[in-house]
Every structure is written in structure tokens, then in C-alpha cells.
């Protein structure tokens, strides 16, 4: 092997290792060409449940797709896990030199994308938020506080001692819960049961943990969020999303009716055309 090629053999190799170490809390697939989307999953999702809107998208958009660490096939991280994805997404933003991206966030993706704006609200053009909260401690906890949240606490000891049977059993139960599509609640259910279980336990307390309600009003760029009725009264969910987003401005909130959490697999013609309609 002549000189050259060795070390071209040398730049490659070293640029792989480069790329996975920055990229150590999701791996991305990049499908389309055109203005950057990106799109973040919810909890113990995979980058799949984009699968029907990236078809559509790619015609006209350069798509990101992600899946955070410990679910699907992506190998797990030591805690802080949420804290790490949302500075290695900024990082990835940066070192990509993508150019005001939009952020498409389901649940915790849009927990995410609410979190890297509000922080550098000058590096996005807009954001989609699909069933998500600033804070969803404060949705579970009365009078709640990011402090009173730990890693160790009882309800996380017993989801990590649960036995393979009863935690398929919860999986599914709550799979039945999130969508009204009967055909996509055994892929959610599965995607739970095929995360890291210690991922699964520590990274929820990391997002129940987290609490946007003050810093949004940092975020100086178009919100678009999208509110499921489903499981609450559409008087219910308005109190919430109003109370929640109270500090930011620049907002407009779609209420989905007959819709469970899932939005874009119970409404998934609307969503399709509501969400080309804002990248537009």
C-alpha cells in the first residue's frame, strides 16, 4: 500500500472514531435534501416512529433523524443522560453547520427542543412541539420541584427489580394508552421493552427532573405545539398548556381532538399536512 493510501486509510478510521465519540448519546440517520429538520422521538422511542412523516418530508427537507442512547439498538450512557443528549444535539447542530433548523420533538423530543432554545434560541428557525411539556414533573407532582426529584427514590427501585413478564404487561398497557391505532401499539410497547432498563428508570427521573416553565421565555422563535384531547376534557388540556406555557410569547396551540398521545399515528393525515403547512 502506497504512502498516500495509507494515510487516507488513516483519516478515514480516525474521522469514524471522531464521529461516533462526538456522537455518543443518539445516532442519527439523514435522509432528503433540502432546508434541516430534525426530528426527536419521545421517551424509549426510536428515530422508526418518524417513519410515515419522513416519507413525506424528505421530497423536500434534509431530515435528521435520531435515537437517543439506551433505546433501540443505541448502546446506553452513564448518567446525566438528558443533560448529555441536549449538549451533544447543540454540538451536532454546530459542528454540521446546519443553517436554522427546525426541530419536530414528540413528548420528550419536544421537552428537548423547548430546552436547546431556550438556551440558543439564534441557532433554530422554528420549532414543532407534538404532545410536549416544559416541565412534566410539574404535570405529576403537586407543587413541584426539580429538587424534589432523585435518582433514588422507591418507584425507581422497583421498575428496576421488575421481572421480564410484569414489566411487558405494564409496557403493554400503557402502549394501549397512547395510541388509539391498534396497529402501532405493540411497536411502542416493544421499544420499551427492548430499551436499556437502567436508562428506562434514571433517564425518566433526568426528564421528570427537568423544568422549562421560567427559562421558555428565552425562546425568541415561532412555537407551534400541538395538544392531543384525548384521555382529558379539551377544557382539561387548555388549563394545562396554558398554565405550562405561560412565559412564552411567540406560540400558537393546536388542540387535536380524538387523539391520544401519539398524534402523528392517531391523526396521521392531519398531522402530515399541518406539519408541511408550518415548514412552509
Known sequence: MNTFKKILLIVLI?????????????????????????????????????????????????????????????????????????????????????????????????????????????????????????????LMIPDFSSDKVTYDNPFAKQQLAMEAEPFKQMATQMAAGMTNNKEKQSLISNWMLQADRKTYVYGYVDLMKLDLRESIQNIKIPVTIMAAVGFYTKKQVEALYIKQYQKLTKKDIIYVEDSAHFIMFDKQDWFLKETQKLLK
Open 14 to 138: 480516525l474521522g469514524t472514531f471522531s464521529a461516533q465519540a462526538q456522537e455518543k448519546s443518539f445516532q442519527v440517520e439523514i435522509v432528503g435534501k433540502g432546508n434541516p429538520v430534525l426530528l426527536f422521538p419521545g421517551f424509549s422511542c426510536t428515530g422508526d416512529v418518524w417513519d410515515d412523516t419522513v416519507k413525506e418530508l424528505s421530497k423536500n427537507y434534509e431530515c435528521h433523524i435520531f435515537t437517543f442512547a439506551g433505546f433501540g439498538n443505541v448502546s446506553a450512557i452513564e448518567m446525566p443522560w438528558l443533560e448529555t443528549i441536549k449538549n451533544d444535539l447543540e454540538a451536532y447542530v454546530v459542528r454540521k453547520k446546519l443553517e436554522k433548523p427546525t426541530i419536530i420533538g414528540h413528548s420528550m423530543g419536544g421537552s428537548l427542543a423547548l430546552w436547546l432554545a431556550s438556551s440558543k434560541s439564534d441557532l433554530y428557525k422554528k420549532l414543532i412541539i407534538v404532545d410536549g411539556l416544559p416541565s412534566i414533573g410539574a
